[in-house]
């Protein structure tokens, strides 16, 4: 957009087919170049990619990934999110409830505060995906902040943020069981 704000998505070609992509403004008008909410001091975006997974196990199915990056402000955020999960119902809506989603980014907020909660709370489609990971009782090599104010791990000491700020999460068809393959995931590396 004019302030050079991106999210980028990488994928590999040989699992995933592109079916659509696009970007939106997190703003009243999320299909304006460079919209944002009033009191925003810079445009924020989602980009998105559909993708068809080629792999022989989930051959066919369609997974929704979404990266943002949220403003600073509380108030902001919460405008932000609540443009990000409109997006992904109309998605949901449209290729029904079996559709895999990602929604990763830098949230600009710790996990478990208000703005968590107004995503996870009564949330029909989104997950934190690391959470249901380890309930399945697999191991989660992430840190325990995000945040590193440019001094690395030195910072996690000092975190006064309760880091982390960027989240990964996913609808629940995303991590599921499967003893017959350990697999955790139903989309394989």
Same mark, same amino acid.
């Given at each position: 957009?004019?302030?050079? =704000?991106?999210?980028?998505?990488?994928?590999?070609?040989?699992? #995933? =087919?592109?079916?659509?992509?696009?970007?939106?403004?997190?703003?009243?008008?999320?299909?304006? !170049? %460079?919209?944002? #909410?009033?009191?925003?001091?810079?445009?924020?975006?989602?980009?998105?990619?559909?993708?068809?997974?080629?792999?022989?196990?989930? $051959? %066919?199915?369609?997974?929704?990934?979404?990266?943002?990056?949220?403003?600073?402000? $509380?108030?902001?955020?919460?405008?932000?999110?609540?443009?990000?999960?409109?997006?992904?119902?109309?998605?949901?809506?449209?290729?029904?409830? =079996?559709?895999?989603?990602?929604?990763?980014? *830098? +949230?600009?907020?710790?996990?478990?505060?208000?703005?968590?909660?107004?995503? +996870? *709370?009564?949330?029909?489609?989104?997950?934190?995906?690391?959470?249901?990971?380890?309930?399945?009782?697999?191991? $989660?090599?992430?840190?325990? #902040?995000?945040?590193?104010?440019?001094?690395?791990?030195?910072? %996690?000491?000092? *975190?006064?943020?309760?880091?982390? !700020?960027?989240? !990964?999460?996913?609808?629940?068809?995303?991590?599921?069981?499967?003893?017959?393959?350990?697999?955790? +995931?139903?989309?394989?590396?």
């Amino acid at each position: 957009d004019i302030m050079n =704000e991106h999210c980028t998505i990488f994928w590999r070609r040989n699992k #995933f =087919e592109l079916l659509d992509e696009g970007t939106f403004w997190l703003s009243e008008t999320p299909q304006d !170049i %460079g919209s944002r #909410f009033d009191g925003s001091p810079l445009p924020r975006i989602a980009t998105w990619t559909l993708l068809q997974i080629k792999t022989e196990q989930e $051959a %066919g199915r369609a997974l929704l990934c979404i990266s943002t990056h949220l403003g600073l402000t $509380a108030s902001n955020r919460l405008k932000q999110m609540l443009v990000i999960q409109q997006f992904i119902q109309e998605m949901v809506q449209q290729y029904g409830h =079996e559709l895999l989603v990602f929604l990763v980014g *830098d +949230m600009n907020e710790a996990m478990h505060q208000t703005l968590w909660h107004q995503v +996870m *709370d009564d949330n029909e489609v989104l997950t934190d995906c690391i959470d249901e990971w380890q309930k399945l009782n697999k191991h $989660a090599s992430n840190a325990n #902040f995000t945040y590193h104010a440019y001094e690395a791990l030195k910072h %996690g000491s000092s *975190d006064t943020n309760h880091a982390p !700020i960027d989240w !990964i999460l996913c609808s629940e068809n995303v991590v599921q069981d499967d003893d017959d393959n350990n697999n955790v +995931m139903l989309v394989d590396s």
